[in-house]
């Protein structure tokens, strides 16, 4: 607690009345450190206005007028300290979110899947399952599912525990159904999931090749080689120098033609590897919003 100390000993007061502008100082910074040092968890290289916003919301959630004060009662609280941890992570998703992506995987990423005796699939930063469940849904009608194993990971261990469950609100079905006939299904989506009481329970067939597991894109390294790896809509939250961090490790566990799959608001640009990738947006009729590539080198 030595650090927190020291945000202490600076504040004349010492009272919870100090500013939130203290998240624009040097406490914060000592604060994430010491998170870091005790329970390994790595905020320290989140880009600054997102991470000052979280905070921000979570400093007024939990009744926090002091970054010093949440400081010393959450790094003593360790329920408080998952509740930071989830409130530092991005947990929006849904089932076939962006249609469009998932109708290109089917038209142009699956042909070629098909070639390959076994598929190995990441979905990193997967928060609650609903992707990685749309892309069992996307092998099984390709008939691959069988060969293939689909890797979801996230580092905040309920969103884990929700997405090994696979029990989502029935009432968000009705978007999910819309989602999937965009994204190309032509099933009945209602034949994936029973429902009970007022959820929606992915069958067991499509929860069998799917390992879920926590991993933190921010300190873990690769675990394995895959065909296809998507983190969509987390990288935006990082500086440069984490993104390029986060870059390295999807390009050494990506297979040599490999696909990745990136948010709409994502890009190479501050990757360090994008030489090492095509864009699968410079295919004819596929919209460029579509953040896919395929690893060249």
């Not at 609280?77 to 979110?97: G, H, L, P, W």
């Amino acid at each position: 607690m030595r650090l927190i100390e020291n945000i202490l000993e600076n504040d004349p007061e010492k009272t919870p009345e100090n500013s939130v502008s203290e998240l624009r100082g040097g406490g914060i910074t000592m604060i994430l450190q010491e998170i870091f040092d005790r329970y390994g968890y790595d905020f320290r290289d989140y880009a600054r206005p997102s991470l000052e916003r979280r905070i921000r919301a979570f400093m007024k959630e939990e009744g926090f007028s002091s970054v010093a004060y949440m400081g010393e009662r959450m790094l003593g609280d360790a329920e408080m300290m998952q509740r930071f941890i989830r409130n530092m992570s991005v947990n929006v998703t849904s089932m076939f979110r962006d249609p469009g992506l998932y109708a290109v995987i089917r038209s142009e990423i699956i042909p070629v899947l098909r070639t390959f005796p076994f598929i190995r699939i990441w979905h990193a930063g997967c928060s609650t399952g609903e992707e990685a469940y749309s892309m069992a849904i996307l092998m099984k009608e390709a008939g691959l599912y069988d060969r293939c194993r689909i890797y979801a990971t996230d580092m905040d261990e309920a969103c884990i525990s929700k997405a090994k469950a696979g029990i989502f609100p029935l009432q968000a079905m009705r978007k999910f159904t819309s989602n999937y006939i965009a994204a190309g299904g032509s099933e009945a989506f209602s034949e994936y999931y029973t429902a009970k009481d007022n959820h929606a329970i992915i069958n067991s067939s499509l929860r069998k090749n799917i390992i879920f597991a926590q991993h933190n894109l921010v300190s873990d390294g690769s675990f394995n080689e895959f065909h296809i790896i998507l983190c969509r809509n987390v990288l935006i939250y990082f500086n440069e120098k984490l993104q390029a961090r986060v870059h390295r490790l999807f390009h050494q566990s990506l297979a040599m033609f490999g696909y990745l799959g990136l948010g709409s608001k994502e890009g190479m640009a501050l990757s360090g590897v994008g030489e090492a990738y095509s864009n699968i947006a410079n295919i004819a009729g596929i919209d460029a919003h579509h953040k896919l590539y395929r690893k060249i080198a």
